[in-house]
């Protein structure tokens, strides 16, 4: 069937125009409509009255403009797709490609063409904008979720599991788990799940990648949450580099309300790419003094690299009070922050990820661990304007269930 996408070029570059023109040639059945704005007022009137299908805009290193130009191009029209055109030297040849595309994601863009262009990419990125095309709408931008910490077992996956299924119990299909945790992933374990397709299926077939596919690639598990699960072993793990990373994450908010991401506890580039592309990072630490150490430092980092504070949490995990323990204001004052949420040590959370079945799925949210996992569900960005913000909403209660029993404080 021919197809007649309206495509306008953003650029002062002629180049670009006759880049793409030549480009588009190759491409059978396909019969595009060309317009050219030489910048972004232009672009943006362009847009409003003529509503492209796609638009196509020169990155420069002015980000700030760029990021307004995106936010008012979906504003003028919400259903013409930006995707950002790029030179791999952009800024320098001492940054990586991965960088300038994370940097183009945070801007608003939603897709990306390197520069020369070829028909190849060109054709993939409209097939890929045309398969978003036919679905119904998705939720423009969700919220990913991460955990992070750079000291192993302090609990990171443990939470990532709990939290991200108490919430798809209450946002069934809309919420996805990526098991980041790329050499050791344990979150299909934890919900005894046995998934044929994973993350590297995701990253080897990153250029025809869509919403589509990767709903497909993910596993369902009985409580509405989506996995997908984490590479097979450390060859399959070594494929994903931060550029796949930030791509799966990309296309994943774009298709799930909420995208959590355990990790693996290295701050190395893949680790920083879903640092860099999430709403919220969860920094898990224990009151043990080497643990805390190994945090501080990595505070230190995410201060040195300006990573703003407000998207930071600090999770006291496995904490129990005993003579001589840390308690979390002694936690606070070694890191010099607060201690957001406190989780005590419940030694159910052990045995529910020995059966696999998420803790979370059988615990009240009126006190322990489930009120715990309320509270940080309640401080997830734009949870309050999702609907049913009932309490009982982030676990279906059991029918014989304490909250069941118990009258409800007011
Ligand atoms: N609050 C808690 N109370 C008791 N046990 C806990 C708690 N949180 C986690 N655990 C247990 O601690 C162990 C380590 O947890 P988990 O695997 O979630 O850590 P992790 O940070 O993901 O580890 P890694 O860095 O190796 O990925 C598990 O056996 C888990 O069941
Ligand atoms: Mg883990």
Redesign the pocket.
């Known amino acids: 069937m021919q197809r007649t996408p309206k495509i306008l070029i953003v650029s002062p570059d002629a180049r670009l125009q006759a880049e793409v023109a030549a480009a588009l040639k190759g491409i059978a059945d396909t019969n595009a409509v060309l317009h050219y704005a030489t910048d972004f007022r232009q672009a943006i009137e362009g847009i409003r009255s003529w509503r492209p299908t796609f638009a196509l805009v020169e990155m420069n290193t002015d980000l700030r403009a760029l990021k307004s130009f995106a936010d008012e191009a979906s504003l003028a029209s919400p259903e013409t797709n930006l995707a950002a055109v790029f030179s791999a030297d952009l800024f320098g040849h001492d940054i990586s490609e991965s960088a300038i595309l994370i940097e183009a994601i945070r801007a608003g863009m939603q897709d990306f063409l390197r520069r020369p262009v070829s028909r190849a990419d060109l054709e993939q990125l409209m097939e890929r904008l045309h398969r978003k095309a036919v679905l119904p709408a998705a939720v423009a931008t969700g919220k990913t979720i991460s ?1 992070i ?1 750079n ?10 599991v709990n939290l991200a299924t108490g919430l798809a119990v209450r946002f069934p299909q809309r919420v996805l788990l990526i098991d980041g ?1 790329l050499q ?1 992933g ?1 979150c299909a374990s934890m919900l005894d799940l046995k998934p044929a397709m994973t993350l590297t299926d995701a990253v080897r077939d990153r250029n025809r990648l869509d919403e589509t596919l990767l709903r497909q690639l993910a596993v369902p598990h009985e409580s509405g949450l989506h996995l997908l699960a984490a590479p097979k072993d450390a060859l399959e793990a070594a494929e994903v580099d931060e550029e796949a990373m930030a791509r799966v994450l990309t296309l994943a908010r774009r298709c799930y309300d909420y995208v959590f991401v ?1 990790t ?2 290295m701050i190395d580039s893949v680790m920083m790419a879903v640092m860099d592309l999430s709403d919220r990072v969860f920094l ?1 630490t224990e009151s043990v003094v080497p643990t805390l150490l190994g945090m501080v430092s990595l505070i230190r980092v995410l201060d040195s690299l300006g990573f703003p504070k407000d998207r930071q949490r600090i999770i006291l ?3 129990s009070s005993f003579a001589g323990n840390l308690n979390p204001e002694d936690v606070a004052d070694r890191l010099d922050r607060d201690v957001d949420h406190v ?5 159910q ?2 045995i ?2 020995n059966i696999g079945r998420p803790y979370v799925l059988d615990a009240t949210t009126w006190w322990g ?1 489930g009120k715990v996992f309320y509270n940080m569900v309640a401080d997830l960005p734009d949870i309050q304007a999702q609907n049913d913000p009932a309490r009982n909403g982030m676990v279906k209660p059991k029918s014989d269930s304490a909250l069941e029993k118990e009258a409800p404080p007011s």
Request: glycine fraction near 10%; proline fraction near 6%.
């Open positions: 955990f910490s000291k192993g077992g302090v609990g990171k996956s443990t939470l990532a945790s050791m344990v355990d693996f506890p898990v995990n496995r904490y989780v005590p040590y419940e030694k959370l052990l529910a990820s661990i």
